[in-house]
């Protein structure tokens, strides 16, 4: 893990540690976006996957997240600017419970959290955010855990959380069993890839909450849709091909496999009873623009999320021309260009 200077920090964050804080740390983490997704859980209560996965952590959107122990009667939860309530609320104090309970200390916490990219709009903010929390949680109550213990716990946060913690390339293990044997077994950890260096670019459709979380989503999909299994299965060879086209950074077959199992996973969401559906015209006008680009001769493949945003991986010496392709028609509110990012990392030390 790498350690960045306290100076890059944003002010209220820092201040909030204060001059003479004692058991308190800020962390940054970057998203990550799933080229083999995960989308169902095969146990609820501990976040264990139905398969494996593999991700890119990007260099774009980081969450700097804040901890502090206090003598407060409960936690304090800021995120954005604003006081977290209700569901937001509950997954930060049960996840600090958690770390609570591997530390042996019961004293809660202040944590204020921001995101600089959009929040819930299916941009990956819940991995990062819990990424960023797992390591400053960990640092401010004294858990002494290593990588892969920071990944198995930030997975029960958000799933997709756990791959966060690794820069570049990673793959989440879907591990064995449910309960205490599937959760040592789940986590990610970085896989070589960084020779690959591809560009993703980010379609921000609509940056707006999503409707529907994912968890809801994938938990609809998993319940009711007769494409959910044969998606899954199909994932668990995407998985394993992917693995190989990275190792030999064959960037054609990674972005072939990646557009093909994100468009399988939207397509039993579809299936659901009742159906879930985030992608929007927009987001389909947007796959057409991908496949014209392909046409003429670019290697360029898309994949979508827990929302309408489109993003497309290709080479770095292609990505201006795609940014082009995708601004045509002017209807992407805003697009983002982002590359292989770094891990989560703590940018203070805690205790101190
Ligand atoms: C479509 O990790 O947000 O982005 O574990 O319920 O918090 P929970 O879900 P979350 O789901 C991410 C789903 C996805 C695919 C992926 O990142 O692999």
Not at 75 to 95: H, I, K, Q, S
Not at 271 to 294: C, G, Q
Not at 297 to 310: E, K, Q, R, S, W
Not at 325 to 349: K, M
Request: glycine fraction near 8%; charge should be negative.
């Amino acid at each position: 893990m790498t350690f960045t200077s306290g100076a890059e920090l944003a002010d209220p964050l820092a201040e909030l540690l204060g001059d003479n804080a004692i058991d308190a740390a800020i962390a940054v983490a970057h998203p990550n976006i799933a080229l083999v997704k995960y989308w169902g859980k095969r146990d609820e209560s501990y976040l264990l996957p139905v398969t494996g996965s593999l991700s890119m952590t990007l260099d774009i959107y980081p969450t700097t997240t804040a901890v502090r122990v206090s003598a407060e009667p409960a936690d304090t939860v800021e995120l954005n600017g604003r006081p977290a309530v209700g569901e937001a609320y509950t997954r930060v104090a049960r996840f600090l419970d958690l770390v609570r309970e591997r530390a042996g200390r019961d004293e809660h916490a202040v944590v204020v959290s921001s995101n600089a990219g959009p929040t819930g709009a299916g941009l990956a903010s819940s991995a990062s955010g819990f990424a960023a929390l797992a390591v400053a949680a960990a640092a401010a109550y004294g858990l002494d855990a290593d990588a892969r213990a920071l990944s198995r716990l930030a997975r029960r946060g958000s799933g997709s959380a756990c791959r966060s913690l690794f820069g570049g390339f990673a793959v989440w293990h879907a591990g064995e069993g449910d309960g205490e044997a599937g959760d040592v077994s789940s986590y990610a950890e970085p896989i070589d890839g960084d020779a690959l260096d591809p560009a993703l670019v980010v379609a921000v459709v609509d940056d707006e909450a999503k409707a529907i979380s994912s968890r809801e989503a994938m938990r609809r999909t998993c319940d009711t849709s007769p494409f959910y299994l044969p998606w899954a299965d199909a994932s668990r060879i995407d998985l394993d091909e992917m693995r190989k086209a990275v190792a030999r950074r064959d960037l054609p077959a990674v972005g072939e496999i990646a557009e093909r199992n994100a468009l399988g996973m939207h397509a039993s969401m579809l299936l659901a009873r009742p159906s879930v559906r985030y992608l929007s015209p927009r987001s389909v006008a947007l796959l057409d623009r991908v496949l014209a680009l392909r046409a003429n001769g670019i290697a360029a493949f898309a994949t979508m999320d827990a929302g309408p945003n489109v993003k497309v991986l290709c080479a770095r010496a292609d990505e201006q021309r795609v940014i082009a392709a995708l601004r045509e028609g002017g209807d992407v509110a805003d697009i983002q260009l982002a590359h292989l990012g770094p891990g989560a990392a703590l940018v203070t030390d805690g205790p101190r």
